[in-house]
């Protein structure tokens, strides 16, 4: 995945705070998925149109994590969430 990459949030996608964590729901399809702490950060970056790398960099900076394995890990979470149509690559 391209670091510099950013994404936009669907009209149709709404968030809700479930406890600890947050569950992204897309109002057309039913499709939801849950985010832990770390996925809310991640989400609440690409939300203020921080590119992917600028999450790693975050993430990084906030865990004591391996930079690779927060690369890896964000990573994996965006594809996911773009393979499930509740984010779309900004164009």
Same mark, same amino acid.
């Given at each position: 995945m391209d670091l510099?990459?950013?994404?936009?949030?669907?009209?149709h996608i709404?968030?809700?705070?479930?406890g600890e964590d947050v569950?992204?729901?897309?109002l057309q399809?039913? &499709?939801y998925f849950g985010l832990d702490d770390v996925g809310v950060r *991640?989400?609440?970056l690409?939300?203020?149109g921080e590119a992917v790398g600028a999450a790693i960099?975050? &993430?990084?900076?906030?865990?004591?994590v391996a930079p690779e394995t *927060?690369?890896?890990?964000?990573?994996?979470l965006v594809q996911e969430l773009l393979g499930r149509g509740l984010l779309l690559e900004r164009t």
């Open positions: 510099n990459t950013r994404v936009r949030i669907p009209p709404m968030t809700r705070r479930v569950v992204v729901l897309d399809s039913g &499709i *991640v989400w609440g690409l939300e203020k960099t975050a &993430i990084t900076e906030a865990y004591d *927060v690369r890896t890990d964000v990573c994996e």
